[in-house]
């Protein structure tokens, strides 16, 4: 069995990216770095009681050392995406950022110049950081596995310390499931309007924990078991809870089981009620609007309300290609994504072949307004999030969203020596969609991206108008990776900046969520050796 996760909290590393000058937002350009400076560029390696400290002189240079062009950050038009009362700000309160789950921030993210990477372990082994959330007075939480091992941590946002500690059950390694396809045991929590933690955890009850400053640990406010509630399979296969969020009106949890469970949970009484789509799996998050729950399987999308007995009920379904077979990185025959909401739309992938496509739906009734297939025939799918806005523009409401195609991705593969990412087909599209001077819809393509990322979550910084997705190069002479936050503009498409982090497994990253701090100069992510932090100081 692993060790406790604060048995090593003293252990990080910490890389310096020299500051040049400090890119303030939406002022000056970055500035690009001299031909010269980088071919003389050179590392130098300081062992340190608390770690390595690497000092690395390509700052403002992508991954392969050229200079990046002159840009200027600017932000992104959009609508912003209304506030859930019974959650946290928006930003900080799931890993999918706010209840309409759009992967955007209205904060800055780091930027190379003068950046600072801070890896720090949790454990001795291997050991990650899934969902990362932060209460009001700035503090992280997150959840922290480590081979069968899941705890809450609160954690210093500076010092990246563990203030507590809240042990969670272990993982059933005789599951199926165990360990690369297994997305529940608190892999997504939410935070609620009262800094609590709203949880599900492996042995299917919805926790809800909270901090407490005066005893100075966490506590348990509410337990809620669910194990008379889901499917019920034959050994050692298992169905999981997977998710928990408040309703808009704070008098349910909406909730979903691995295995097709869509339920409500009455906060006041505990009573609970469910339908099942038989059938169907449910791997992803799904997303809470005012007018009920959206929740994506690898069959359909179904948008579901709560009628006057509490009960949850089916408004409308959309089936869509299911495609012929699994495709590599996807957990099963169907689409990968988080139902993405906004404006009076949901966006969603389906796994239709020889290309998946990108499908837009109405609200209010599921119906396709537009579609479009993306990437090369044979080589597409998601398992992904597809991080989105909607603007006003001169004829109605215009989407975007990005789509990572995560094609060849093989997550057994990610302790051998070449890893997950052999057959990766990579690149990332945004895709985009205007009405016409009549009002009808069209999807386009904007630009393509050649940029191959480790299937992170990506996130739009709607502040300086940047995608965040985190690159990697094989280094073949020591048979490893190099890895780099990468910024591309989000109205170009193009490489802004990669900056190193570090290679090697500890930097590994295979589907963690990016998250942005709310200090507007962070950005955070787990790895196979707990966090990576990159900020500029």
Same mark, same amino acid.
């Given at each position: 069995?692993?060790?406790?996760?604060?048995?090593?909290?003293?252990?990080?590393?910490?890389?310096?990216?020299?500051?040049?000058?400090?890119?303030?937002?939406? @002022?000056?350009? *970055?500035?690009?770095?001299?031909?010269?400076?980088?071919?003389?560029?050179?590392?130098?390696?300081?062992?340190?009681?608390?770690?390595?400290?690497?000092?690395?002189?390509?700052?403002?240079?992508?991954?392969?050392?050229?200079? *990046?062009?002159?840009?200027?950050?600017?932000?992104?038009?959009?609508?912003?995406?209304?506030?859930?009362?019974?959650?946290?700000?928006?930003?900080?309160?799931?890993?999918?950022?706010?209840?309409?789950?759009?992967?955007?921030?209205?904060?800055?993210?780091?930027?190379?110049?003068?950046?600072?990477?801070? =890896?720090?372990?949790?454990?001795?082994?291997?050991?990650?950081?899934?969902?990362?959330?932060?209460?009001?007075?700035?503090?992280?939480?997150?959840?922290?596995?480590?081979?069968?091992?899941?705890?809450?941590?609160?954690?210093?946002?500076?010092?990246?310390?563990?203030?507590?500690?809240?042990?969670?059950?272990?993982?059933?390694?005789? &599951?199926?499931?165990?360990?690369?396809?297994?997305?529940?045991?608190?892999?997504?929590?939410?935070?609620?309007?009262?800094?609590?933690?709203?949880?599900?955890?492996?042995?299917?009850?919805?926790?809800?924990?909270?901090?407490?400053?005066?005893?100075?640990?966490?506590?348990?406010?509410?337990?809620?078991?669910?194990?008379?509630?889901?499917?019920?399979?034959?050994?050692?296969? @298992?169905?999981?809870?997977?998710?928990?969020?408040?309703?808009?009106?704070?008098?349910?949890?909406?909730?979903?089981?691995?295995?097709?469970?869509?339920?409500?949970?009455?906060?006041?009484?505990?009573?609970?009620?469910?339908?099942?789509?038989?059938?169907?799996?449910?791997?992803?998050?799904?997303?809470?609007?005012?007018?009920?729950?959206?929740?994506?399987?690898?069959?359909?999308?179904? @948008?579901?309300?709560?009628?006057? &007995?509490?009960?949850?009920?089916?408004?409308?379904?959309?089936?869509?290609?299911?495609?012929?077979?699994?495709?590599?990185?996807?957990?099963?025959?169907?689409?990968?994504?988080?139902?993405?909401?906004?404006?009076?739309?949901?966006?969603?992938?389906?796994?239709?072949?020889?290309?998946?496509?990108?499908?837009?739906?109405?609200?209010?009734?599921?119906?396709?307004?537009?579609?479009?297939?993306?990437? &090369?025939?044979?080589?597409?799918?998601?398992?992904?999030?597809?991080?989105?806005?909607?603007?006003?523009?001169?004829?109605?409401?215009?989407?975007?969203?990005?789509? &990572?195609?995560?094609?060849?991705?093989?997550?057994?593969?990610?302790?051998?020596?070449?890893?997950?990412?052999?057959?990766?087909?990579?690149?990332?599209?945004?895709?985009?969609?205007?009405?016409?001077?009549?009002?009808?819809?069209?999807?386009?393509?904007?630009?393509?991206?050649?940029?191959?990322?480790?299937?992170?979550?990506?996130?739009?910084?709607?502040?300086?108008?940047?995608?965040?997705?985190?690159?990697?190069?094989?280094?073949?002479?020591?048979?490893?990776?190099?890895?780099?936050?990468?910024?591309?503009?989000?109205?170009?498409?193009?490489?802004?900046?990669?900056?190193?982090?570090?290679?090697?497994?500890?930097?590994?990253?295979?589907?963690?969520?990016?998250?942005?701090?709310?200090?507007?100069?962070?950005?955070?992510?787990?790895?196979?050796?707990? =966090?990576? @932090?990159?900020?500029?100081?």
């Amino acid at each position: 069995m692993a060790p406790s996760p604060t048995r090593t909290q003293d252990e990080s590393t910490q890389q310096h990216l020299p500051r040049q000058r400090r890119l303030p937002m939406h @002022r000056p350009a *970055v500035t690009r770095i001299p031909l010269s400076r980088r071919v003389i560029a050179s590392f130098a390696v300081v062992a340190c009681a608390a770690g390595t400290v690497t000092v690395i002189t390509t700052s403002g240079c992508d991954q392969n050392g050229a200079p *990046v062009p002159e840009w200027v950050p600017r932000p992104v038009d959009h609508i912003p995406y209304p506030q859930h009362p019974f959650l946290s700000p928006n930003g900080t309160n799931n890993m999918h950022d706010d209840a309409y789950m759009s992967d955007t921030y209205e904060v800055s993210g780091p930027l190379p110049d003068g950046a600072e990477v801070t =890896l720090k372990k949790f454990a001795d082994n291997i050991n990650t950081c899934v969902t990362i959330t932060f209460d009001r007075q700035g503090r992280m939480l997150t959840t922290n596995v480590s081979i069968l091992d899941v705890s809450l941590l609160l954690l210093d946002p500076e010092t990246l310390d563990v203030l507590a500690t809240y042990p969670l059950p272990p993982r059933d390694p005789s &599951d199926p499931l165990f360990p690369y396809n297994d997305t529940s045991g608190a892999t997504y929590f939410v935070m609620d309007n009262l800094d609590r933690v709203i949880l599900t955890d492996s042995n299917n009850a919805i926790q809800v924990v909270a901090y407490s400053d005066d005893k100075n640990a966490f506590e348990l406010v509410q337990r809620y078991d669910l194990s008379d509630v889901v499917v019920p399979m034959d050994a050692p296969a @298992r169905d999981h809870v997977q998710m928990a969020i408040p309703d808009w009106k704070g008098q349910y949890l909406w909730f979903t089981t691995r295995y097709g469970v869509v339920g409500t949970l009455c906060i006041a009484s505990g009573n609970v009620q469910s339908t099942v789509l038989a059938g169907e799996e449910i791997e992803n998050s799904f997303a809470v609007a005012e007018d009920g729950a959206y929740i994506l399987t690898d069959h359909a999308m179904y @948008r579901f309300e709560v009628n006057g &007995d509490g009960a949850p009920v089916q408004v409308w379904a959309h089936p869509y290609d299911r495609g012929s077979h699994v495709k590599p990185s996807n957990f099963n025959q169907g689409s990968g994504t988080t139902p993405q909401i906004f404006g009076d739309l949901v966006a969603i992938s389906n796994n239709a072949d020889p290309r998946m496509d990108i499908l837009f739906l109405k609200r209010s009734t599921g119906e396709t307004v537009s579609s479009i297939p993306v990437f &090369d025939d044979g080589r597409s799918t998601t398992e992904n999030a597809l991080p989105g806005l909607v603007r006003e523009g001169p004829n109605g409401k215009e989407y975007s969203v990005i789509v &990572d195609n995560n094609y060849g991705i093989e997550r057994n593969k990610l302790l051998t020596t070449e890893g997950c990412w052999t057959d990766h087909a990579g690149t990332l599209v945004r895709i985009d969609l205007v009405p016409d001077a009549r009002g009808d819809y069209h999807a386009t393509q904007v630009w393509r991206s050649p940029e191959k990322s480790s299937q992170l979550l990506p996130k739009i910084s709607l502040t300086d108008g940047i995608l965040y997705v985190y690159t990697y190069k094989w280094l073949t002479d020591e048979e490893t990776y190099d890895w780099y936050l990468t910024g591309i503009d989000f109205f170009t498409g193009k490489t802004l900046f990669s900056i190193p982090t570090g290679k090697g497994l500890d930097y590994t990253n295979f589907g963690q969520p990016l998250i942005l701090g709310p200090d507007g100069h962070t950005a955070y992510l787990g790895t196979m050796a707990g =966090l990576v @932090r990159v900020r500029n100081p």
